[in-house]
């Protein structure tokens, strides 16, 4: 009754090996990470650089390609019933955790259903779809969901559900535990030191369970928290890769000149970054749909795009990222139009209340962005006031929504059910987060059309709900759509194949190499 | 020392534990003030959350309790010296100041005695050629480095010294994988050091070459020197037996107060050289609402300074025998 074999013929190697030259084996590679992680414990904390550290270390169960196709790893090969409603994994064999105790079905289980669904905010939600998980032997795990979930399949990224030691974490307080500070994982690289304020050591892991993997000796992932000194520090060869978005963009066009630079925006295709302005739906002048339209249409974002970007990103047509699933290309389209913001602002008579800006702090890019919309809307007859803060003080401001216009950019998780439904539905609202439905924007109808479309069966019904979500919600303009970013990785071109999936930097370097 | 001198000192130090203490609860109040809390912060970078989480975090911290009994369990604890777990480390504080005290100390000390050598220097020297070309170069010099902002000259260095003549390395403290051991260590410390510590130097050079300066000139014209000189004293002999000996206390003053910044007076440099010390630490804890990280760094720089405070009062009375300390 089995219907969907997929995985189970790719060999084991991951993707796109061949493609260069024989890889050599051997070197060290330097890494900017920025900022300092919290932890590497990537089961605990999700940051951006706890990820992009922790994942050399853990593994999931699957890797996904640049098209978001996920291959084996540590399952060889899944199957799904013809009700959508069972997922089971076959994992694969001779696998030993970093301490050299075997990794099985058990750890799978005990990973999912106790540690990850306790300490992981963003996987918890999904697991409310999943019934059971169950190991009937120590290579096989059979997933019961309540209905099938759309965006099952692209559960299992190393920084989603990583795969933690059962041996290890079982019966202990998790947080507390002392392997947080040592962590041990599958992954090509095994934790060595963390010297904090300076750098993080990883070295080879010579039990790897990919033959010949990994070819990188070394790898230094150094910490300096001034943009423009990651930029020198590059210049003077003393750094080989800055992710993306680690340095200043005003300082990526000289660094990408430079010789033996090269640049990738490759990787950033399971998060697809989308910015936009949150516009509060509750109250003041923005509670109103046509100066939300007003807005849209008042905005450069091309402008913005080449001044502010360096060209590089696409400027947003609704909720849903060009590069993810679902994507409906026939929306239509904000252009920038002044003349239309201000019929429409006169439409609804605005009277000129100013309206609180309120900056993300962010970095540079991102308060030259405050300054360009400023302008774009006082040319349309918005006035506006600046609002400054800190980290702490925009996450607190926007989870109680005590703003009127400001800026955030979200991660979409490969799929709308993942990364795009949770900032529009309205059982989402309450205040206390600022990833959300910040907003405050209620529209039933939107609300029926994103959920049932993450539990119908197959992907055609899916598409068909999310098409007509889009172009409701690009009527009514909850938050302003501004660009899908796209932040290039820089780094020396004797490095080779760095970015080959999905996550890129994340899980890069079991699988990158050094020319010689 | 006299009793009177010791009796004085152990005096101070107990009305500096009752200002440390206070400065503590002052500072307690202070920093939750500021809005949003730890919590938020470390479920913010996650880029997704939910109420259980954050309440996970804030009951892990302590953070679901009433105000007034945070401030006592935390005012108990550090009367036993506990400071308290970092909420992003989960380190005890202590341990992660002293972790980070030998970087910042070897910084800002190396800093202390280049300014203070080279300081005094320069401004003898000045005073020695008062209204001569060399004088007018030390002043000159000493307003620019006065007056220049220390990021701006800290990246201007790198520049220079990093990326176009490729001498001195622009970042860190050690060349990391190398694994020196000896006097190679010692070595690769060193040249890490020299950009730093002459970025964080420079001003206080300045400062002490102008109050050096200023106070020579002025203790010259005063009678006794004439009368060493009408003795027939050789003037080098003058100049440092009488004139700067005297000259000395301003610049001790100063000394003080720069001595007193040594744990978190260095948060600028520390950033721009990636320096591993506790200014950015207590930089990053203030974005971070890490509190307790916050008021363990604020609680050590604060016993410095009234630490120095006192040091600088005994010497006073070591560089002019006729100060007295008394209560």
């Known amino acids: 009754m089995k219907k969907i074999i997929m995985g189970a013929v790719i060999a084991c190697l991951p993707f796109t090996a061949s493609v260069y030259a024989q890889p050599q084996n051997g070197g060290t590679i330097n890494v900017v990470v920025q900022p300092e992680p919290p932890s590497l414990m990537i089961g605990m904390y999700s940051n951006g650089t706890t990820q992009q550290v922790g994942g050399n270390i853990f593994e999931g169960l699957m890797r996904y390609d640049k098209k978001l196709v996920p291959h084996p790893l540590l399952a060889t090969s899944w199957e799904n019933s013809e009700d959508g409603k069972t997922w089971t994994f076959h994992l694969k ?29 963003r996987l918890r939600t999904s697991l409310a779809f999943v019934d059971s998980i169950t190991a009937p032997d120590d290579f096989t795990v059979v997933f019961k969901l309540n209905q099938p979930f759309g965006p099952f399949i692209r559960l299992f990224e190393v920084g989603t559900t990583p795969m933690l030691p059962k041996h290890i974490y079982e019966g202990t307080d998790f947080k507390m535990n002392p392997a947080n500070h040592h962590p041990i994982g599958t992954g090509p690289f095994v934790f060595k030191e963390w010297q904090k304020g300076s750098f993080i050591h990883l070295a080879k892991n010579e039990n ?5 993997l990994p070819h990188i000796e070394e790898l230094y992932w150094h910490v300096i928290p001034d943009a423009a000194s990651r930029s020198v520090a590059f210049e003077t060869g003393k750094i080989d890769v800055l992710p993306g978005g680690s340095v200043e963009n005003f300082d990526v066009p000289r660094l990408s000149e430079l010789d033996n630079a090269c640049v990738t925006t490759d990787g950033w295709e399971f998060f697809s970054p989308h910015a936009w302005l949150w516009l509060n739906n509750q109250e003041g002048p923005t509670a109103d749909k046509r100066f939300r339209q007003a807005v849209m249409y008042a905005m450069d974002r091309e402008f913005a795009k080449s001044v502010l970007w360096n060209d590089y990103g696409k400027i947003a047509k609704g909720p849903v990222g060009s590069k993810t699933t679902f994507f409906d290309d026939t929306l239509p389209e904000y252009e920038y139009n002044p003349k239309k913001a201000k019929a429409l602002l006169k439409e609804m008579g605005y009277d000129g209340t100013p309206v609180r800006l309120m900056a993300m702090p962010y970095g540079e890019t991102w308060q030259r962005w405050t300054e360009v919309v400023k302008q774009n809307l006082e040319e349309v007859g918005i006035k506006t006031k600046l609002v400054a803060t800190d980290v702490a003080g925009w996450n607190q401001k926007i989870s109680d929504r005590d703003y009127d216009i400001s800026f955030t950019y979200l991660y979409q998780y490969g799929d709308p059910a993942l990364g795009v439904s949770r900032t529009y539905l309205s059982s989402n609202m309450a205040k206390g987060s600022p990833w959300n439905n910040a907003e405050g924007y209620v529209n039933k109808q939107v609300d029926q059309w994103l959920n049932e479309a993450a539990v119908v069966f197959p992907d055609s019904k899916r598409a068909e709900l999310y098409s007509k979500a889009q172009h409701q919600l690009v009527e009514d303009v909850p938050v302003a759509w501004l660009m899908e970013l796209e932040f290039p990785t820089i780094y020396n071109c004797k490095v080779q194949n760095l970015v080959d999936s999905a996550i890129g930097i994340n899980d890069a370097f079991g699988t990158a190499w050094i020319k010689q | 020392m006299s009793i009177q001198t010791l009796l004085y000192i152990a005096g101070r130090l107990v009305k500096g534990g009752v200002v440390l203490l206070v400065i503590a609860i002052f500072n307690f109040f202070l920093i939750r003030m500021a809005p949003g809390d730890p919590a938020q912060v470390l479920a913010g970078e996650a880029g997704a959350t939910d109420e259980i989480f954050l309440q996970q975090l804030r009951e892990q911290f302590g953070l679901d309790q009433p105000l007034y009994y945070q401030l006592w369990i935390y005012v108990s604890n550090l009367m036993q010296f506990d400071m308290g777990i970092t909420y992003r480390q989960q380190m005890p504080v202590f341990d992660l100041i002293m972790e980070r005290m030998p970087a910042t100390l070897l910084l800002t000390g190396a800093a202390f005695l280049l300014s203070l050598v080279l300081g005094i220097l320069a401004g003898v020297v000045a005073a020695a050629k008062h209204r001569q070309w060399l004088d007018s170069v030390i002043t000159v010099a000493a307003l620019i480095f006065y007056a220049t902002p220390l990021f701006w000259l800290a990246m201007m260095a790198a520049l220079f010294f990093s990326v176009y003549l490729d001498w001195l390395p622009s970042f860190g403290m ?138 600088t009062d005994v010497i006073y009375c070591i560089v002019d025998p006729r100060i007295e300390l008394s209560k």
């Open chain 1, 208 to 212: 790897y369970h990919v033959k010949g």
């Open chain 1, 93 to 121: 064999e001779g696998v030993v955790w970093h301490d050299g105790q075997p990794f099985t079905s058990a750890d799978v289980v005990f990973s999912i259903d106790v540690l990850l669904r306790e300490t992981n905010a």
């Open chain 2, 174 to 311: 050690q060349t990391v994988g190398e694994n020196f051991t000896g006097w190679q260590k010692v070595k690769d410390i060193g040249l890490h050091l020299i950009l730093p510590a002459a970025t964080l130097g420079l001003f206080f050079t300045a400062v002490y070459a102008r109050m050096t300066r200023t106070s020579m000139i002025e203790t010259s014209r005063l009678d006794f020197v004439k009368t060493a000189k009408a003795k027939g004293m050789k003037p080098s002999r003058v100049t440092t037996h009488h004139i700067l000996r005297n000259a000395l206390l301003p610049v001790v003053t100063l000394a003080g107060l720069q001595a007193g910044q040594l744990i978190g007076g260095a948060v600028l440099t520390e950033t721009v050289f990636a320096w591993p010390g506790i200014g950015r630490l207590m930089f990053e804890a203030l974005f971070q609402r890490d509190y307790n990280l916050l008021l363990g760094v604020f609680f050590i720089s604060s016993a410095m300074v009234v630490l120095f405070n006192l040091v």
